[in-house]
Nanobody
């Protein structure tokens, strides 16, 4: 089972990117799929999760209102639409799957937030220039 994030690149501040998370070997339909990022020298940050009923959860205030996650069932992918990007969004972006169909709650943090995700993909680099 492998996940692969794609769609990263270089974009100017104020621009948009859409990331995609694809699976090799299993259907994403039944799992919560989360998006995370990690910038150099910083801790990994949880951004969002979408459960098997397509209900999204967003973590923290840094991306609320700018990032949107959605599921494309025919393509077996989960998207992360990122708008109004700024240099602070520069990071490697990862997707991950939970052990079940659900997502951690908005108020979860630390192990409660990260431990449910047991399948991680390779990341994609997003660089936002000023």
């Amino acid at each position: 089972v492998q996940l692969q994030a794609s769609g990263g690149g270089l974009v100017q501040a104020g621009g948009s990117l859409r990331l995609s998370c694809a699976a090799n070997g299993f259907p994403l339909d039944y799992y919560g799929i989360g998006w995370f990022r990690q910038a150099p020298g910083k801790e990994r940050e949880a951004l969002s999760c979408i459960d098997s009923s397509d209900r999204p959860t967003y973590y923290g205030d840094s991306v609320k209102g700018r990032f949107t996650t959605s599921r494309d069932r025919p393509k077996n992918t989960v998207k992360l639409q990122m708008n109004s990007l700024n240099p602070g969004d520069t990071a490697i972006y990862y997707c991950a799957a939970t052990r079940g169909s659900w997502c951690p709650s908005e108020t979860d943090s630390g192990p409660l937030l990260f431990n449910p995700f047991n399948t991680w993909g390779q990341g994609t680099q997003v660089t936002v220039s000023s």
